[in-house]
């Protein structure tokens, strides 16, 4: 949308794009020059965004509607003394005079004018220099002081140099020196002090300011971005297609697998006591394009791969025929061409090398009496060296062209060596335990062997009772809960083609009874016990794909967050059509947005206000929501704002709750600063379990959020959450979820921050 209601159009300031240090400077002009609002320039900031160029600040996920503030400049020259951080200042400028000028941007870091182009990221000028690159100054343009002509600068810095930003114009035949733009020849695009932060009709985007629309094109460097069926199995035409499985297996009364049994005078022992799930197939959740800044995954210390790498996993191969060899080892070439003033020295170092080469091949024998003539020699050696420094002044002048180089041995590389290896299989050595050491290992893999047999038995009893009518297109997912003892249980999600040519989804627990039976061995007297593997439907233990799902977040003052949620719950059901969810918004008195309004304004299928008091407590706000709910067989998924969903989010929240029996903590991924989804850089978030389903029932079993203790602060509630679900006997289902990020954000004014005022 470029900003025509004034009439205003683009003044062809010069043919190629102006860049400076990736500054940018739009210029429109407009033929009624109204003087409202003269002595500012509109200001919006983007704080705690890293990266170094304007391209970086495109990626914020708010750019350019929903700046963290809004405020006005009063000069073209700003200098906030902060890191990480994207401004944009626009307004109109109203030229002195008529008469052709040239404009200039410079700033510490990354600024563009005319931004219809790139930039390195690299350039940079000091305070006033104008003229450092080609690219920063203008051609001759023609202005009237009639008019007044809107203008836009994009400035990103990063974290390095004194940050500023100026603009500066030079009128041609009258100086010859460029000044900054100051409060006299400004004036604001509008007046935003009235407006909240989600009203954002009235600001302009042009060429270079748009936001362009993200291409689905996912990083080279994530494996995890790779298109996964997993990820669309939610899709109507399969999740309509569900086979009932029920009754084809025995029924068997299936004791949940318990993550512990722990004290309740432990507090946060949960982290000590959940296991993993096991994934098949890969589902490329460890994060190997982090890898270059953490080896964490391997079993080496940081310091030992610096040393040695990785070289124990490797057997050098020898040679098939060994070189004899030479029997005259030891024996140096004494002549070579070298300068002489450092011809004595040299014989010095000679001498001890040959003595110590000597020594290495001597006999027995023969130690005593060499020890003594190295001894000896030692002394000799040691005057000439003091013979030699006494007199170097002597060389002192000497010619250099007299001088011949010392000669240099390049080291000989055996290119044709060759080595053996082993398979090396690191997902085998993972134990179910939650590695705290390490936050880019990503799901357990469940191996072949183990899953496919599992597979074939579930279609030979489902064809076996259909009669051969079901055929296994792909295994989409599975996941197995590991116990040794009773057996394992999976959760099986398939693709199936029935006889007529129709996919068919199945997404089903079975429980993998392990029986022992005894038989004779050649000996009478000598029994042998087998297991056998008998797959039985676990009574009760089912869940359900029409159950309602609550998404409850607490808010106080973030109000581009708030938009941003509301946008992506319309997204989801634009996406899936699954309206069988509801947002509940519990607000703390925001003031930045009415957001019970934007609700309103929403496309949502179901959404619930509730306006809360005092200041923000997250436990008291989540227990709000909770009691909103009148549904006890429903499931409430306590939530944070910044979060970024998957598209199969709903179905696979439904998927891993269990009435009675399972709670679902998903792990998220922690995106980087200045990073997005579609880079997935970042670490996952193995620590946290604030982002957690379970049935609205068992929620108030347990008792609900702990609301005494956490009242003025929130951290630590999630896990005095946990020790509760786990001492009643609940799983939690503990799984890395692909393409679930929490985007980065900046945590100034968040919540009950305060601003100081004192100076830095």
């Known amino acids: 949308m470029y900003p025509t209601t004034n009439k205003c159009h683009v003044s062809a300031l010069r043919k190629k794009p102006l860049l400076i240090s990736m500054s940018l400077l739009v210029l429109h002009h407009c033929h009624s020059p109204v003087l409202q609002y003269k002595g500012q320039a509109n200001l919006h900031v983007f704080e705690d965004w890293c990266g170094s160029s304007t391209a970086d600040l495109r990626k914020?996920?708010?750019y350019p509607l929903y700046p963290h503030s809004r405020t006005t400049v009063e000069k073209l020259a700003v200098s906030p003394q902060w890191t990480n951080y994207g401004l944009r200042i626009f307004g109109y400028l109203h030229p002195h005079t008529d008469g052709t000028f040239s404009l200039c941007v410079f700033s510490a870091c990354n600024t563009c004018m005319l931004c219809y182009t790139d930039s390195t990221g690299k350039e940079w000028t000091a305070p006033g220099e104008f003229e450092k690159y080609s690219s920063q100054t203008s051609r001759p343009v023609w202005l009237s002081a009639q008019r007044r002509y809107f203008f836009e600068v994009i400035h990103k810095q990063n974290d390095e140099g004194t940050d500023h930003v100026e603009v500066a114009w030079l009128q041609l035949d009258y100086s010859s020196l460029f000044k900054v733009i100051d409060s006299k020849y400004i004036s604001l695009y509008t007046n935003e002090s009235a407006l909240s932060m989600n009203d954002v009709a009235h600001i302009p985007q042009t060429a270079a300011s748009h936001r362009q629309t993200p291409t689905k094109q996912r990083s080279a460097d994530a494996d995890m971005l790779i298109e996964d069926r997993r990820d669309?199995?939610?899709?109507g035409q399969l999740r309509r297609s569900i086979v009932s499985t029920q009754s084809r297996y025995i029924s068997c009364l299936f004791p949940t697998i318990p993550d512990a049994i722990i004290s309740p005078l432990i507090c946060f022992a949960f982290l000590q006591c959940v296991h993993l799930s096991y994934i098949y197939p890969n589902d490329y959740t460890r994060l190997t394009h982090m890898e270059t800044q953490t080896s964490c995954f391997y079993s080496e210390s940081s310091y030992y791969l610096k040393r040695f790498g990785f070289s124990r996993y490797m057997r050098f191969d020898r040679p098939a025929t060994e070189e004899k060899v030479n029997p005259d080892r030891g024996i140096l070439p004494l002549f070579f061409p070298i300068s002489k003033h450092k011809l004595l020295a040299v014989s010095v170092h000679l001498t001890v090398l040959f003595l110590y080469l000597v020594w290495s091949d001597r006999k027995e024998g023969e130690e005593d009496e060499l020890s003594n003539r190295a001894e000896k020699r030692k002394d000799t050696t040691e005057g000439e060296k003091r013979y030699f420094w006494e007199r170097q002044e002597d060389f002192e002048g000497t010619d250099d062209e007299d001088l011949t180089p010392a000669p240099v041995f390049d080291t000989q590389v055996n290119w044709n060596q060759t080595f053996h290896v082993n398979h090396l299989d690191l997902q085998a050595q993972r134990s179910d335990w939650i590695d705290l050491q390490c936050n880019i290992s990503g799901n357990l893999l469940l191996h072949s062997n183990d899953a496919l047999p599992i597979v074939k038995m579930f279609m030979d009893q489902l064809n076996k009772k259909h009669h051969g009518r079901f055929k296994l297109v792909r295994v989409v997912n599975m996941v197995k809960r590991v116990d040794d003892f009773q057996g394992s249980r999976y959760l099986l999600e398939l693709e199936l083609k029935d006889v007529n040519g129709q996919?068919?989804?199945?997404?089903?627990?079975?429980?993998?009874?392990?029986?022992?039976?005894?038989?004779?061995?050649?000996?009478?007297?000598?029994?042998?016990?087998?297991?056998?593997?008998?797959?039985?439907?676990?009574?009760?233990?089912?869940w359900n794909p029409v159950a309602m799902v609550h998404f409850?977040?607490?808010?106080k003052n973030q109000a581009r967050w708030v938009q941003q949620l509301i946008t992506d719950m319309e997204e989801l059901f634009k996406i899936t059509g699954d309206s069988n969810f509801n947002l509940i918004i519990t607000d703390y008195k925001s003031t930045d947005m009415d957001v019970r309004k934007a609700l309103e304004k929403s496309s949502l299928p179901r959404y619930q206000y509730v306006k809360m008091d005092g200041n923000f407590e997250r436990s008291a706000g989540l227990q709000a929501g909770i009691d909103l709910i009148t549904d006890d067989h429903s499931i409430v998924f306590l939530c944070d704002l910044h979060i970024h969903f998957p598209p199969s989010?709903?179905?696979t929240i439904r998927m891993h709750c269990v009435e009675g029996y399972m709670a679902f903590a998903p792990i998220v991924m922690r995106l980087g600063c200045g990073n997005t989804p579609?880079?997935?850089r970042g670490y996952w978030e193995i620590n946290g379990f604030g982002l957690l389903g379970i049935y609205k029932s068992d929620l108030d079993t347990v008792g609900g959020m702990n609301t005494k203790e956490f009242t003025d602060r929130w951290g630590g509630e999630d896990w005095e959450l946990l020790d509760r679900i786990l001492e009643a006997g609940l799983e939690v289902e503990r799984i890395y979820l692909r393409n679930f990020f929490h985007h980065y954000h900046s945590k100034r004014g968040m919540w009950n921050r305060r601003m100081s005022t004192s100076p830095r």
């Open 60 to 62: 914020n996920l708010h």
């Open 649 to 651: 989010i709903i179905d």
């Open 678 to 680: 579609l880079e997935a």
């Open 552 to 555: 409850i977040v607490p808010v």
């Open 232 to 235: 669309s199995f939610y899709k």
């Open 503 to 542: 996919l068919l989804r199945v997404s089903h627990y079975i429980y993998a009874l392990v029986t022992n039976s005894w038989s004779n061995g050649w000996d009478s007297d000598f029994q042998q016990s087998k297991s056998k593997t008998l797959l039985c439907n676990p009574v009760g233990f089912r």
